[in-house]
């Protein structure tokens, strides 16, 4: 009997190591749900507007600075009405989502579809026009819906064990929502486009009811509705509004991460749109389809799975030292592929880009909350300005979306040269020169940068009914 009890127990404490927390799970279920879209998305709409709808590289580049600029302004102003407006739909981070999501879903396959088409005149003046709506329509509803979500991660819970494994939820969703890649890659060479096109208005209906399960189920320990915004909440581009944002803006730690992350979402923005593109005019899998497919799923799941299989590490060392030995792994990476261009060097770079820049954009969320915490503590705020920190920190670096392509199609437009055939093609050792001397820099700068960082740990000691958060700020500013 005894020896049967201590086996009983033992399996329930193993047991309990893996109960699912239906809150977290409920959370999640958004990430999956927008990274179905934002991978195919992400992964496709270079390759489909340059090589499928044959739009000009001068009308490209004028689409991307035209969504870099509203992409950047677009966040501050969400950020700002999510946290102080008066209306509570509008205050509740659960039903920002849950209003949004059918939005985010339309977002989504308008692009897909050579709307262009039907209108009279200049095709060339049409295109520009799709892709510009495509762009700023899809970041529209990806910044209100996920403006939202990312806040409420902060609200979700207050304490970093908790938020690791709360990021463990949401990069094993990250993995889940990236099979749409090789499931829309195998309807796409099988079945062509009345498969490609099935495919996507599949993904959208699904991601649509998945993020409509988070605005409905999710739970936050921060009651923002029945709180409302008291009199002297600052107006949008007041002086006490300014004064917020200058708050937040002169935090070194602030500075450090975010200009980090610009690098970090510019390297992973590369990297993802051009995957396919590189794959294909270096002929990396031309024999194959099935190697092809696999080589592209690796590439989708692999940041996640990336900071999943490091979890333990991070609870030991901290997001801060894994994030600067990821930068370092891909400095090295690069080094030798400048000196060694190999097959295998090819693409072991390709996935080190890919599985590095994805990864590490998955602890920003616990990056970003650690400075909510250390604000709200340090300035004695009645709720988190959670919002406004993601929205500045999207401010930031949304730009690197638009500039870290532009900057490639630019250097590949420059590098072109002509074939057998006198055709003019890109040059494959300029497309290895570009893969490892932008990553070589970019990591560089990361390390520099992001070096001097301090994660300051927050805690909450309850006595009563009140809520204590305590956090230790003297080594911000030593």
């Known amino acids: 009997m005894f020896g049967f009890r201590c086996m009983m127990k033992a399996k329930n404490g193993i047991l309990s190591r893996f109960t699912l927390d239906n809150n977290f799970l409920c ?23 340059l090589d499928v709808y044959k739009v000009s590289h001068s009308c490209f580049q004028f689409a991307q600075f035209l969504f870099l600029i509203w ?77 939202a979500h990312c806040s409420l991660f902060a609200e979700v819970t207050t304490d970093h064990t908790s938020r690791v494994r709360l990021t463990q939820y949401t990069r094993s969703a990250s993995i889940c929502g990236l099979f749409a890649v090789p499931l829309v890659e195998f309807c796409y060479e099988t079945y062509g486009d009345t498969g490609f096109y099935v495919c996507l208005i599949f993904i959208a209906i699904v991601a649509t009811i998945f993020m409509c399960m988070t605005g409905l189920y999710t739970k936050s320990v921060i009651n923002r509705i029945d709180e409302l915004p008291s009199a002297d909440e600052p107006s949008f581009f007041s002086r006490q509004y300014l004064k917020l944002n200058l708050e937040i803006l002169l935090n070194r730690n602030f500075l450090c991460f975010v200009t980090m992350n610009f690098l ?21 899998f031309s024999e194959s389809k099935s190697n092809k497919i696999l080589f592209f799923f690796f590439n989708s799941i692999g ?9 333990p590490l991070i609870m030991i060392y901290g997001s801060h030292m894994i994030a600067c030995a990821s930068f370092f792994l891909v400095l090295l990476s690069s080094v030798v592929l400048y000196f060694y261009r190999t097959f295998a060097m090819i693409v072991t770079q390709i996935i080190v880009l890919n599985v590095v820049a994805h990864g590490i954009g998955g602890l920003t969320d616990v990056f970003v909350s650690s400075l909510i915490d250390e604000d709200m503590v340090r300035y004695k705020r009645r709720l988190p300005i959670s919002s406004m920190f993601f929205g500045l920190n999207a401010l930031v670096t949304k730009p690197a979306q638009s500039l870290f392509p532009m900057l490639a199609v630019f250097f590949l437009d420059m590098t072109k040269i002509e ?47 009140s809520t204590k958060m305590q956090v230790d700020l003297s080594k911000d500013w030593e």
């Not at 989502?97 to 396959?109: D, H, K, Q, R």
């Not at 979402?265 to 794959?279: D, E, M, P, W």
């Not at 940041?303 to 979890?311: C, F």
């Open 27 to 49: 959370f999640a279920f958004c990430t999956f749900a927008a990274n179905l879209m934002s991978s195919v998305f992400g992964f496709y709409y270079v390759y489909y507007f």
């Open 71 to 147: 992409n950047a302004i677009n966040d501050p102003i969400f950020g700002w009405i999510q946290d102080h407006s008066s209306a509570k739909w509008i205050r509740s981070r659960q039903l920002n989502i849950l209003y949004g999501a059918p939005l985010f879903g339309l977002s989504f396959l308008y692009g897909w579809f050579p709307i262009y088409e039907y209108f009279p005149g200049s095709s060339e003046y049409w295109k520009c026009t799709h892709l510009v709506i495509t762009l700023c329509f899809w970041d529209t509803m990806f910044s209100f819906v996920l403006l």
């Open 264 to 284: 970090t979402v510019g390297l992973g923005h590369f990297a993802a749109n051009f995957t396919k593109i590189f794959s294909e005019d270096l002929q990396l």
């Open 303 to 311: 940041g996640n799975s990336y900071i999943l299989l490091l979890s």
């Open 419 to 465: 074939n057998k055939d006198g055709k003019t093609v890109r040059s494959q050792e300029a497309i290895v020169t570009l893969m490892c001397v932008l990553p070589m820099i970019t990591a560089l700068l990361q390390l520099i940068i992001f070096t001097p960082f301090r994660m300051n740990i927050v805690t909450a000691s309850r006595g009563g009914n």
